[in-house]
């Protein structure tokens, strides 16, 4: 492989990813602006020919509490901890009000329909694979379940992201036996090790990490954490921090994005930039603006160097070559 490339997933969950963190009543505004950014979103990915990879909770899928009721596996997740069952959450809040904050059938149809967006899985209910209780019968039930909803939607998962970063390398062979090619896999810095604890120091450094540090982030086409052949193990490189009101932070950061994806350019290397899309929901004409700062970067990048946009799907094919 002759060229770089910037690879872009987005953990796409609304409700189903915060729902143990937030009560929605108060993120109602939240989670609206989401819904109405995600149009936008593929508008910019259009006007820059930019591929992404949707990785989309299977409970999305659904268009109403009728049909998450019939849709629930028959083995579920047992974890210690009863307050990360989303089962047990959705039983609870059931109501016509909040049907926008876990149910997005036409978002998902209107990504499928836009050129060059790959939709993936991020488990059907934000399944957290390091969690103590759950065991590997039940994530194969809840692949299997995000593989059937995707199915009626007219797609075929190739790729997987771990929800909340927690990567199980013994759940690949469950990846594989169903057909999934590709799964993101953490940063290597020692700060991404151990997501299920999420430590104070973790996150100081996660945080310091997205201003200041090496420029170390992009990768060679051919690095693989995990042996083996498919599923390929693709390195995320940076997490896109929501907009900040201080403006010489938010600069900083965008500069740090721009710098790590011009070294990826000339070196060749891979980028790969990731985010939840309700990250851009405090503020959504700032996050917008931010994003297609990087674009036009990444446009410049292009039309020098020939650095290309590849979704994971598409990644994944060149890595196997």
């Known amino acids: 492989m002759n060229n770089g490339a910037l690879v872009i997933s ?17 993120k109602k505004e939240y989670f609206l602006n989401t819904r109405k950014l995600i149009p936008e979103i593929l508008e910019l990915f259009k006007e820059y020919n930019i591929a992404c990879t949707w990785a989309t909770v299977g409970m999305l899928f659904n268009y109403d509490w009728d049909d998450w009721n019939s849709n629930i596996p028959k083995i579920l997740p047992d974890y210690d901890n009863s307050a990360l069952s989303c089962y047990s959450y959705g039983r609870k809040i059931q109501s016509k009000d909040n049907l ?93 090790r151990n997501t299920e604890s999420n430590s104070l120091l973790d996150k100081i450094f996660r945080t310091g990490d997205a201003y200041i540090g090496l420029n170390n982030k992009s990768y060679k ?24 009101s201080n403006k010489k932070l938010n600069n900083l950061k965008l500069y740090r994005i721009k710098e790590e994806m011009t070294k990826a350019a000339l070196a060749n290397e891979i980028y790969h930039l990731w985010w939840h899309p309700h990250n851009f929901g405090n503020h959504p004409k700032e996050s917008l603006n931010n994003l297609e700062q990087l674009l036009i970067h990444f446009d410049i990048l292009r039309k020098k160097y020939g650095y290309l946009s590849l979704n994971m799907v598409e990644t994944g094919k060149l890595i196997a070559d």
């Open 221 to 244: 086409f051919s690095e693989k954490s995990v042996a083996g052949d498919l599923p390929l193990s693709q390195k995320a490189s940076r997490l896109l921090r929501p907009y900040s």
């Open 100 to 192: 926008a904050f876990c149910f997005a059938p036409n978002l998902i149809t209107q990504i499928k329909d836009t050129p060059k967006q790959e939709i993936a899985t991020h488990t059907y209910s934000h399944y957290y694979c390091l969690e103590k209780g759950q065991s590997i019968k039940s994530f194969e039930a809840d692949l299997q379940q995000s593989i059937k909803m995707a199915k009626i939607f007219g797609v075929d998962l190739k790729s997987l992201v771990f929800p909340r970063n927690q990567f199980n390398e013994e759940y690949i062979i469950i990846c594989k036996k169903f057909g999934i090619q590709n799964v993101r896999s953490n940063p290597t810095d020692w700060y991404w």
């Open 10 to 26: 987005l953990d796409f969950e609304l409700l189903w990813g915060v729902f143990d963190k937030v009560n929605w009543i108060e």
